[in-house]
């Protein structure tokens, strides 16, 4: 026979369902998926409060764009000003932009024996330099102290860097008590790159021998009342 089972008294079994605080059932059955693994539930959006980002970045918002999340609007981006550029000085010459010349280096102005003023050597020989004022500033000051001193006494061989060979002359040879050289002495009006070309070569084929370079400014400085020269 057919009909509701005993004890029924003619009603439907109930659903298994889930019961709430409030007493809101709900059917503990999941829900149907559709196709695309979306459920069926109507999803409810969350609220946005004050913390929440927009999903522009802020960074690349243009000027005057407002930022989406926030109660009021934000302030248009106004670019600075900028640094003013430095006023131009006005260089001699005129507007043309002419650059001042620089000043021209004034010479050492020494006092020079007359040419014809003689000088002996340590051997007594008798010398002069009417061509040189130099020259006979250097003599003056080498017999002025006491200095045994010899003119171009003997040159020195230079080899150069394609194997030949030249004579390199110092001007002034200082010995010491025991006929020895102590120091040469190269008189020049300035330095150039041929005087130290030449002064390189021979200190590296002469390493043992000690020289000075002896220019104008050198030679006001050796003249002073209390100048020492070192050797």
Known sequence: MTGPKKGSRGRTPKRNTAQGRGGITRDASRPAREPGGRTQETQTARPQGRSALSSTNPARRKPGER????????RPFQPGSGRKAPPKVMRAGGAGGGTKPLPDLKRV???????????????????????????????RILTGKNKAWRYRAFPF????????????????????????????????????REVWDRVGRFKRQ??????????????????????????
């Open 206 to 231: 002469y390493p043992m021998y000690r020289y000075e370079l002896w220019t104008p400014e050198r030679l006001a400085q050796l003249e002073r009342p209390r100048a020492q020269l070192g050797f």
């Open 157 to 192: 061989p230079l080899f150069t860097d394609r194997g030949g060979e030249q004579s390199f002359y110092f001007d002034f040879y200082i010995y010491d008590a025991e006929d020895s050289v102590i120091r040469l002495i190269l008189v020049v009006p300035f330095e150039s």
């Open 67 to 74: 930022s989406e999340g926030r109660g009021g609007s934000e």
């Open 109 to 139: 102005q020494l006092d020079a024996p007359d040419p014809d003023t003689v000088f002996r050597d340590r051997d007594g020989e008798r010398l002069t330099f009417p061509d040189s004022a130099l020259k006979r500033v250097a003599a």
